[in-house]
């Protein structure tokens, strides 16, 4: 990540160090300290001041990035809502982290899920490629002019962020040509053209700037596509809203977020070659949420197993909320159910998901599903 | 998950285990190979013990679950011999790997090990002469390629970890760890 | 109100709730807040600009004149009642009305 944001070279980021993101920003630094970028490191005392400071160096017209986890999301937490209605385009990587307490450094999407209503355009990613591919990608999604909303590049904890694969990297010049120079919008700095940011709503208008971002975060949608089709043209390797593994024809599919796809697909592999339908539906997208692209694509399927990696306290998993909604008008309904697993850093391994596989299949001859709600791997149950 | 080649290192925080783990796949990925690597963090203290994983392919890695059943097991510190952990998940073919100055069929005896191919190799003091202190995870390399030459050579071993250790470190450490590497391949035994 | 002020529809708004021209506060009616309404004797005023300074909403509006020597000075002109809120502070500070004389602002009850 530090490497797209090298290539990226915004003109401020503001971090402040938290595991497992740290190692992000401590390699920016470096870049910083060997004259490799021309950007401004500000080294801030909190989270909270980290996201206060980029929306006041976005609000300034500078590209702007940075880089949190966990408990430092969470502190942030304010501030995210300001920097997605004051409709600032900053870039942040999410290095997904379980929150305290107990005090865990490994990975759930407790934080990132959290913020899901916050605003922020929602990005997955399953490995180290995509997650460079993503980040590439979302100068361009968040500063369209359609859009002008942060994004949040999201990839898991230690399992992604610790880990050295083999990836490609493009040029530099190729990364910058394909991003483009960025032209803030209604600066601070200008002074011949003073602007107030910040301003109060009273009820005569706070619910029409609220519709507003809907709008713009809806439309997000179209220009991903758009911005995935030119990655695809520039850089040869494909993005959708969510990716479909083997699912035209798949009877029961998994639906699932981040690292434990490339688990589920070999799993679904080796079902495939015994010949059992099943597929793998794996987010992309998180917000804005692609509700109809995704009914269209499980159109079909008779049972989907939904695996949230977070949890929403009292309810059931936030991934699960919307692929039932999402299929809540097919015609016919498949049977749909939720799955905890991951939660701290627990493994979910190829055996597990087998098992989560014969479920399923023990569903689909008898017509109902059994349990709609559980945790996986987890002692006394 | 057969197609997968799959190394698992044990040794303790400040050793140098991850970044023995994280060199070795560059090194391999040099050769044209898929890799990955990544370390399993627990409490993160010096001496607390730690295990890294390496994974080779020819095809693109999906999988980022620890190594359960370890083609080669890395023992970069024979103080943990009797820790379990080194054993589990092994199998009749599985190889090892262990820095020690003992005799290797003794060091077979006290992993508990059957028929399996045990590798020895004097790390730590291999470490002593050049660095003057303990970092025996180049040595370690150098061995793992006189245990698994069908991964990667020990020519191609030198000429990509020079790569991968330049990035990290200064010229002069370049050259004594590639040294490592050389002395670590020179002065295996086998049992 | 003004046209400028009618409310809009979401979709005519700038993006974020940011406001495109400075200075508009000017724009904004205070006056409408007032319950007491200070009033200048001219007669009475030795234009020290005391009630300038102090005034919070820059209500006080000023000309150009001469002392009684013939020297150049600024000289309050009028009260601008579209932003006077009726704070009175002008009232409680000017120097005439503190020395007992005739008052150079007067302090009214606006229903009277």
Same mark, same amino acid.
């Given at each position: 990540?530090? %490497?797209?944001?090298?290539?990226?070279?915004?003109?401020?980021?503001?971090?402040?160090?938290?595991?497992?993101?740290?190692?992000?920003?401590?390699? *920016?630094?470096?870049?910083?300290?060997? /004259?490799?970028?021309?950007?401004?490191?500000?080294?801030?005392?909190?989270?909270?001041?980290?996201?206060?400071?980029?929306?006041?160096?976005?609000?300034?017209?500078?590209?702007?990035?940075?880089?949190?986890?966990?408990?430092?999301?969470?502190?942030?937490?304010?501030?995210?809502?300001?920097?997605?209605?004051?409709?600032?385009?900053?870039?942040?990587?999410?290095?997904?982290?379980?929150?305290?307490?107990?005090?865990?450094?490994?990975?759930?999407?407790?934080?990132?899920?959290?913020?899901?209503?916050?605003?922020?355009?929602?990005?997955?990613?399953?490995?180290?490629?995509?997650?460079?591919?993503?980040?590439?990608?979302?100068?361009?999604?968040?500063?369209?002019?359609?859009?002008?909303?942060?994004?949040?590049?999201?990839?898991?904890?230690?399992?992604?962020?610790?880990?050295?694969?083999?990836?490609?990297? %493009?040029?530099?010049?190729?990364?910058?040509?394909?991003? /483009?120079?960025?032209?803030?919008?209604?600066?601070?700095?200008?002074?011949?053209?003073?602007?107030?940011?910040?301003?109060?709503?009273?009820?005569?208008?706070?619910? %029409?700037?609220?519709?507003?971002?809907?709008?713009?975060?809806?439309?997000?949608?179209?220009?991903?596509?758009?911005?995935?089709?030119?990655?695809?043209?520039?850089?040869?390797?494909?993005?959708?809203?969510?990716?479909?593994?083997?699912?035209?024809?798949?009877?029961?599919?998994?639906?699932?977020?981040?690292?434990?796809?490339?688990?589920?697909?070999?799993?679904?592999?080796?079902?495939?070659?015994?010949?059992?339908?099943?597929?793998?539906?794996?987010?992309?997208? *998180?917000?804005?949420?692609?509700?109809?692209?995704?009914?269209?694509?499980?159109?079909?399927?008779?049972?989907?197993?939904?695996?949230?990696?977070?949890?929403?306290?009292?309810?059931?998993?936030?991934? *699960?909320?919307?692929?039932?909604?999402?299929?809540?008008?097919?015609?016919?309904?498949?049977?749909?159910?939720?799955?905890?697993?991951?939660?701290?850093?627990?493994?979910?391994?190829?055996?597990?998901?087998?098992?989560?596989?014969?479920?399923?299949?023990?569903?689909?001859?008898?017509?109902?599903?059994?349990?709609?709600?559980?945790?996986?791997?987890?002692?006394?149950? | 998950?057969?197609?997968?080649?799959?190394?698992?290192?044990?040794?303790?925080?400040?050793?140098?285990?991850?970044?023995?783990?994280?060199?070795?796949?560059?090194?391999?990925?040099?050769?044209?190979?898929?890799? #990955?690597?990544?370390?399993?963090?627990?409490?993160?203290?010096?001496?607390?013990?730690?295990?890294?994983?390496?994974?080779?392919?020819?095809?693109?890695?999906?999988?980022?679950?620890?190594?359960?059943?370890?083609?080669?097991?890395?023992?970069?510190?024979?103080?943990?011999?009797? #820790?379990?952990?080194?054993?589990?998940?092994?199998?009749?073919?599985?190889?090892?790997?262990?820095?020690?100055?003992?005799?290797?069929?003794?060091?077979?005896?006290?992993?508990?090990?059957?028929?399996?191919?045990?590798?020895?190799?004097?790390?730590?003091?291999?470490?002593?002469?050049?660095?003057?202190?303990?970092?025996?995870?180049?040595?370690?390399?150098?061995?793992?390629?006189?245990?698994?030459?069908?991964?990667?050579?020990?020519?191609?071993?030198?000429?990509?970890?020079?790569?991968?250790?330049?990035?990290?470190?200064?010229?002069?450490?370049?050259?004594?760890?590639?040294?490592?590497?050389?002395?670590?391949?020179?002065?295996?035994?086998?049992? | 109100?003004?046209?400028?002020?009618?409310?809009?529809?979401?979709?005519?708004?700038?993006?974020?709730?940011?406001?495109?021209?400075?200075?508009?506060?000017?724009?904004?009616?205070?006056?409408?807040?007032?319950?007491?309404?200070?009033?200048?004797?001219?007669?009475?005023?030795?234009?020290?600009?005391?009630?300038?300074?102090?005034?919070?909403?820059?209500?006080?509006?000023?000309?150009?004149?001469?002392?009684?020597?013939?020297?150049?000075?600024?000289?309050?002109?009028?009260?601008?009642?579209?932003?006077?809120?009726?704070?009175?502070?002008?009232?409680?500070?000017?120097?005439?009305?503190?020395?007992?004389?005739?008052?150079?602002?007067?302090?009214?009850?606006?229903?009277?």
């Amino acid at each position: 990540m530090a %490497e797209a944001m090298r290539q990226i070279n915004p003109d401020v980021v503001a971090a402040f160090p938290i595991t497992p993101s740290t190692q992000v920003i401590e390699d *920016f630094a470096t870049f910083v300290a060997d /004259g490799k970028v021309k950007t401004e490191l500000i080294t801030v005392e909190s989270e909270h001041s980290a996201m206060s400071a980029c929306i006041g160096a976005s609000a300034a017209g500078g590209r702007v990035m940075t880089a949190t986890s966990a408990n430092g999301l969470a502190l942030m937490w304010e501030m995210l809502y300001i920097a997605a209605s004051m409709r600032q385009p900053i870039l942040m990587t999410v290095v997904n982290r379980a929150l305290s307490a107990p005090i865990n450094i490994h990975c759930d999407h407790g934080d990132s899920m959290g913020a899901r209503d916050a605003g922020w355009i929602q990005i997955y990613a399953e490995n180290n490629q995509e997650a460079y591919d993503n980040m590439v990608m979302a100068p361009v999604i968040a500063e369209h002019r359609d859009v002008r909303l942060p994004v949040m590049v999201c990839l898991d904890g230690f399992i992604i962020s610790h880990s050295i694969e083999t990836m490609e990297l %493009e040029e530099d010049q190729a990364v910058r040509d394909f991003i /483009g120079p960025y032209r803030g919008l209604h600066s601070l700095l200008d002074t011949d053209r003073p602007v107030t940011w910040g301003a109060l709503d009273l009820h005569d208008y706070y619910i %029409e700037h609220k519709r507003g971002q809907q709008a713009a975060i809806e439309s997000a949608k179209s220009v991903i596509e758009s911005v995935s089709d030119r990655f695809y043209r520039t850089f040869g390797r494909k993005y959708e809203l969510f990716e479909s593994y083997r699912i035209e024809d798949a009877e029961r599919v998994m639906v699932a977020i981040n690292s434990v796809a490339g688990e589920i697909k070999e799993v679904v592999d080796a079902l495939r070659d015994a010949g059992e339908k099943v597929g793998l539906l794996k987010i992309r997208l *998180f917000r804005p949420f692609p509700y109809a692209q995704i009914a269209a694509a499980l159109r079909g399927a008779k049972v989907v197993t939904v695996l949230d990696r977070s949890t929403s306290m009292g309810a059931y998993g936030p991934l *699960f909320g919307e692929i039932r909604t999402a299929l809540y008008d097919a015609e016919p309904r498949p049977l749909v159910y939720n799955r905890t697993f991951g939660l701290g850093g627990r493994e979910l391994f190829p055996d597990d998901i087998q098992e989560l596989f014969a479920e399923s299949r023990r569903y689909l001859q008898n017509g109902k599903v059994e349990k709609i709600f559980d945790f996986l791997n987890v002692r006394g149950d | 998950m057969s197609e997968y080649f799959e190394v698992r290192w044990h040794g303790r925080g400040g050793q140098g285990t991850v970044t023995g783990a994280k060199s070795l796949a560059e090194a391999v990925q040099g050769t044209g190979k898929y890799v #990955s690597a990544f370390p399993d963090y627990g409490p993160e203290r010096r001496g607390a013990p730690v295990r890294a994983f390496d994974r080779f392919a020819d095809k693109r890695i999906r999988i980022h679950i620890p190594v359960l059943e370890p083609d080669v097991v890395m023992i970069v510190d024979p103080t943990l011999i009797g #820790s379990k952990s080194l054993v589990e998940g092994i199998g009749e073919n599985t190889v090892f790997v262990v820095n020690t100055e003992k005799d290797a069929a003794e060091t077979k005896r006290a992993l508990g090990l059957t028929g399996q191919t045990l590798y020895t190799v004097p790390a730590n003091n291999i470490s002593y002469r050049l660095f003057k202190r303990e970092i025996p995870n180049s040595a370690m390399m150098g061995a793992f390629a006189r245990a698994c030459p069908q991964i990667i050579s020990i020519e191609a071993l030198i000429k990509e970890a020079e790569h991968a250790f330049a990035a990290l470190l200064a010229k002069d450490l370049v050259a004594k760890n590639l040294d490592a590497i050389r002395c670590g391949y020179d002065e295996v035994r086998n049992a | 109100m003004s046209d400028k002020y009618k409310l809009k529809k979401w979709q005519d708004l700038p993006p974020g709730g940011v406001i495109t021209e400075g200075g508009n506060a000017a724009d904004y009616e205070t006056g409408t807040w007032r319950t007491w309404r200070p009033v200048w004797q001219k007669e009475n005023c030795v234009h020290c600009l005391t009630c300038w300074v102090f005034c919070p909403e820059g209500a006080f509006l000023l000309q150009d004149g001469r002392t009684a020597g013939g020297k150049d000075r600024k000289e309050i002109k009028e009260i601008d009642y579209f932003h006077c809120k009726g704070c009175g502070l002008c009232v409680r500070e000017c120097p005439v009305n503190k020395q007992g004389k005739e008052p150079a602002l007067q302090f009214i009850r606006e229903e009277t």
